[in-house]
């Protein structure tokens, strides 16, 4: 075996072995973010790095939309993905366009926050969460926002508008800890993981 040939072996077996160790230790990239660019008062131009599965859902809702939304741009086939989704959402709070005039009575035992109470809720705080803030104003976060009994319902507090109100999920753990204490709070959130004061 030739001089030239064991260094050419030995350099191109320790480089294959380079990426492994490299990689391993090497941190993780977040993809980038989504960035959004104003070109007029109504226009904007959104910037996202989606992957090769998100152009083939794209390809294909723009398929099934063909019969309803003929020649549609990826605009208009998003669009219409967004407005199901918000569809669903708003139809999980109770903000239907034909509510009924008579409520169903509800189910014997059932813990679930009636339709048109609901309803009722969402629309009155805008979906905003009501938590006093010390300056005096509402914290007004409409993000992660779930509907909180002020009487907590374990203490007998009823699902009545007047007992409800919307809060962020920080502020409704924050709420469950001032009655139930840190201790027992911490089996139920994540790690045991405490909202900001």
């Not at 391993?24 to 959104?46: C, F, G, M, Q, Y």
């Not at 014997?108 to 629309?123: E, F, I, K, L």
């Not at 992660?144 to 007998?156: C, F």
């Amino acid at each position: 075996m030739s001089r030239r040939y064991r260094f050419f072996r030995k350099n191109r077996l320790a480089n294959a072995s380079v990426p492994a160790a490299v990689s391993a230790k090497a941190p993780v990239s977040r993809p980038p973010r989504t960035h959004v660019e104003p070109l007029t008062a109504d226009l904007n131009r959104i910037h996202v790095t989606v992957s090769r599965s998100f152009l083939k859902k794209l390809a294909a809702a723009r398929d099934a939309l063909s019969h309803s939304h003929p020649g549609a741009t990826d605009e208009e086939i998003l669009a219409a993905g967004l407005d199901l989704l918000l569809e669903r959402a708003a139809k999980r709070r109770g903000l239907v366009e034909k509510p009924r005039k008579t409520p169903p009575p509800a189910a014997p035992g059932s813990d679930a926050v009636p339709a048109h109470v609901s309803r009722a809720v969402w629309t009155r705080d805008e979906g905003k969460c009501q938590w006093k803030l010390d300056s005096g104003g509402i914290c007004g976060s409409t993000y992660q926002v779930q509907l909180d009994h002020i009487i907590p319902r374990a203490l007998g507090g009823p699902s009545t508008v007047d007992n409800l109100r919307c809060a962020c999920r920080v502020h409704n753990v924050r709420a469950a800890r001032e009655v139930y204490g840190d201790e027992l709070m911490d089996h139920f959130t994540r790690r045991g993981s405490r909202p900001r004061a």
